[in-house]
């Protein structure tokens, strides 16, 4: 069966510091990979995604990168965070070519920038 | 572009109380459409979907929802709701065909069930 990992969990980093979170997919080949974040009554911003590797479309212009080095590695990153880069992140996988599929989500990453 | 607009933000009811979660999606075209759930501690997870067939869907745990392309919605119904039901709730959308494959969720919105 297909899971999705994530990590870290939390994430307590100070402003200015770069970030690296981490998302793997199991169990499945070629997957859409996304990154939401979540934010309080206002649902989730879609904030990257990627349909194969080394192929990364931006949804939303910010501090944040992505990246895909392998089929099923999916990377987000900055070089130096901001305090508005808090946030709850979401890694959510998707089959290839199925609209109707739904998405799989990891447990997310709690970041709090200080 | 498209959006989806979840009416209620907060949502309170007692135990065996009926559900109703709005939601009203824009896109001109073919659509799917997903209710996702997240409880207290756990993932987000898909609670139902609709892409073809018949306009009532039934997920898990006694949740259905019904289509009406005409008035571009897809509300979340329970008859009888539990204290276990306690969680946000999202209606998503994305364009079904050949339009792109990103999915938009709405707000969500908070349901609190006093047992």
């Known amino acids: 069966s297909q899971t999705i990992h994530q990590w870290p969990a939390t994430l307590v980093q100070p402003v200015g510091s770069p970030l690296s979170l981490e998302c793997t997919v199991e169990g499945t080949s070629n997957p859409n990979l996304y990154w939401y974040r979540q934010a309080a009554g206002r649902g989730l911003q879609l904030l990257f995604y990627s349909v194969g590797i080394g192929q990364i479309s931006s949804e939303v212009p910010q501090n944040l990168s992505a990246s895909r080095p392998q089929d099923r590695q999916f990377i987000l990153s900055s070089k130096k965070l901001l305090l508005s880069d808090s946030g709850f992140y979401l890694c959510?996988?998707?089959?290839?070519?199925?609209?109707?599929?739904?998405?799989?989500f990891g447990s997310g990453t709690r970041l709090t920038v200080v | 572009a498209q959006s989806v607009s979840q009416h209620n933000h907060h949502v309170i009811l007692s135990e065996a109380a009926s559900l109703e979660l709005g939601c009203n999606y824009s896109y001109g075209g073919t659509v799917n459409l997903f209710w996702y759930v997240q409880y207290p501690g756990q993932h987000l997870q898909l609670l139902l979907k609709?892409?073809?067939?018949?306009?009532l869907v039934k997920g898990i745990k006694g949740f259905e929802a019904e289509f009406i392309k005409s008035k571009f919605s897809f509300n979340l119904r329970k008859p009888s709701v539990q204290w276990s039901d306690t969680a946000e709730y999202f209606c998503?959308?994305?364009?079904?065909?050949?339009?792109?494959?990103?999915?938009?969720f709405g707000a969500g919105t908070r349901l609190f069930v006093k047992a």
């Open positions: 609709y892409f073809s067939g018949d306009p």
């Open positions: 959510a996988w998707s089959p290839q070519g199925r609209k109707n599929y739904g998405y799989t």
């Open positions: 998503a959308v994305n364009a079904g065909g050949t339009g792109g494959f990103k999915t938009i």
